[in-house]
Structure formats: structure tokens, C-alpha cells
């Protein structure tokens, strides 16, 4: 309805003159002949009779819009704020908020995108969360975090150091911890999928997706699994562009399958 649509500096506000403009439209297209689909018809009717309740509201209350976005969203800037537009009105409840329920039908829509435009869009997902869910992820990916030589032991079990340690790690360690085994696994493991390293990557992070699920803590985004992943020459190699870490860093299957309430095994 609104010139630049999502894309404009304002999105997420309409103003008395996108109203008129839709206005005229809608009546336009109502008026045009030979117009038989009822249910077309039926449709465009309640949009003008709408936008005609909410030209009556800005009259009413004196305002020079309407914001159909939650307070928090709006006060995003408008790059994010034309990406939360997004989610909410096509992956979620067009309830003007968008809930982590919305983040997550997102991020399983945008992975599915293979290249830098569903890469680059899943970034921008994950920036969303942190602004408007600062208590839910990771602040930094800089600090503490075990890596496998800290905690990997030989045969019969592999994970008892680290079950042992994992429940003394702060909540922002045991994220990054997660991430990091995340990312070998979805890179220096494929060497052999069928290996000793991969099963064992797999339970380590069935470990720990359960012990962050319990305590609700941070959960680590797609971009802490890449940054941290990155920060290992090995796991770099196989990372090297937005093509490569779309194809390797799904959150379907690095993140859903262990973090939520479904308990993999």
C-alpha cells in the first residue's frame, strides 16, 4: 500500500497518505469492468472497507499514522526493522510482534535457501533475536569454552569429562562450548561421517542441548557457530563463503534437533 513497502525508511508505519492512495486504488480495481470473481471482489471490498476504519482512527485521535508493529519492533532500525516485518507477517501470526516461535519458522524457511541469500538472511535473524531477545542468546562469542582437547577422553566413554564439567559452565560458556562442537561437526567430522569423532561430536551436543534446555539459558545462533567455528584454522577451511557455511551450518540440524523441547534420542 505504501510506496518502497517494506523497504522504506517508515516501514512499519502508514500514513494518512498511503491510506488515500490505497483507497483510491482499491476503488479503482472495485470499479474496473467486467470484474466476475466474486470472491476476488468479496476480498478487495473488506481491504478498502479497512482501510477506511483505520483513515477514520487517524481522524479521530489526531495521530499522522498507525504503527502496526509491537513498540519493540518499531524502535528497530529500519534494515531490521523491514526484516522483523518479514517474519512476522510471512512465517509468522501478522500479530505485529515477533515471537521466537517466529524466529524459528524463519530460520527453518530461510535455511532451507541455499547461497548468500538465504545465508544472509538467516544473519539477519539472528541479529533480531539478540536485540529483541537479549536475555535468550549469546552477548559474545569471546570468553570461555571448552574445546575437544579439554574434554575428550578415550574409549569406553568419550563424554565423561565433559559430562562431569558441562553442569559448572556459566550459561555464556556452555553456549559457546556448544557452538564450537556445532561446527566441527558439521565440517572436520564430514571427513567421515561414519567415525568414531562424528557419533561422538553428535552425543556431546545431545549433552549439552539438554543441559541448556533445562537450565533455559542462551542459546547460540547460527552466526556464533560460524564465528566461533572460524576461529579454528581446520574449521575454517571449510568455511570460506557464504555458499559453503549455508550449505554446512543448517539450524535444523545443528540447532532444532538438540535444543528443543524433543530430545533427539
Same mark, same amino acid.
Request: charged fraction near 30%; include cysteine.
Given at each position: 500500500m505504501a510506496p518502497g513497502g517494506v523497504e522504506r525508511p517508515e516501514c512499519g508505519a502508514v500514513r494518512p497518505a498511503d491510506l488515500e492512495r490505497g483507497v483510491a486504488r482499491l476503488t479503482e480495481l472495485l470499479g474496473r469492468p467486467g470484474q466476475r470473481d466474486d470472491g476476488k471482489k468479496n476480498a478487495l471490498a473488506l481491504v478498502l472497507e479497512r482501510t477506511r476504519s483505520l483513515q477514520d482512527i487517524i481522524r479521530r485521535e489526531g495521530t499522522d499514522g498507525v504503527v502496526y508493529l509491537n513498540?519493540?519492533?518499531?524502535?528497530? /532500525?529500519?534494515?531490521?526493522?523491514?526484516?522483523?516485518?518479514?517474519?512476522?507477517?510471512s512465517f509468522g501470526d501478522k500479530d505485529g510482534k515477533v515471537s521466537t516461535e517466529d524466529i524459528q519458522e524463519a530460520r527453518r524457511h530461510y535455511g532451507q535457501v541455499r547461497g548468500p541469500v538465504g545465508w544472509n538472511r538467516l544473519l539477519l535473524t539472528d541479529e533480531i533475536e539478540r536485540r529483541l531477545y537479549p536475555e535468550r542468546t549469546l552477548r559474545s562469542t569471546e570468553g570461555l569454552r571448552l574445546l575437544p582437547e579439554d574434554w575428550l577422553t578415550g574409549p569406553p566413554d568419550s563424554l565423561a569429562r565433559l559430562r562431569k564439567v558441562c553442569r559448572y559452565l556459566d550459561d555464556s560458556a556452555l553456549a559457546r562450548t556448544y557452538a564450537d562442537i556445532a561446527a566441527r561437526l558439521a565440517t572436520v567430522a564430514n571427513r567421515a561421517p561414519d567415525s568414531d569423532l562424528s557419533q561422538v561430536f553428535e552425543e556431546a551436543l545431545v549433552l549439552l542441548g539438554r543441559e541448556i534446555r533445562?537450565?533455559?539459558?542462551?542459546?547460540? !545462533?547460527?552466526?556464533?557457530?560460524?564465528?566461533?567455528?572460524?576461529?579454528?584454522? /581446520?574449521?575454517?577451511?571449510?568455511?570460506? !563463503?557464504?555458499?559453503?557455511?549455508?550449505?554446512?551450518? /543448517?539450524?535444523?540440524?545443528? %540447532?532444532?534437533?538438540? %535444543?528443543?523441547? !524433543?530430545?533427539?534420542?
Open positions: 513498540e519493540a519492533e518499531f524502535g528497530l /532500525q529500519p534494515r531490521l526493522r523491514s526484516a522483523a516485518i518479514e517474519i512476522d507477517f533445562s537450565r533455559n539459558s542462551v542459546r547460540p !545462533t547460527i552466526t556464533d557457530i560460524a564465528r566461533i567455528g572460524c576461529e579454528d584454522p /581446520q574449521v575454517k577451511e571449510w568455511l570460506k !563463503t557464504p555458499i559453503e557455511m549455508s550449505r554446512r551450518l /543448517q539450524p535444523s540440524s545443528l %540447532l532444532d534437533r538438540y %535444543l528443543t523441547n !524433543t530430545d533427539p534420542n
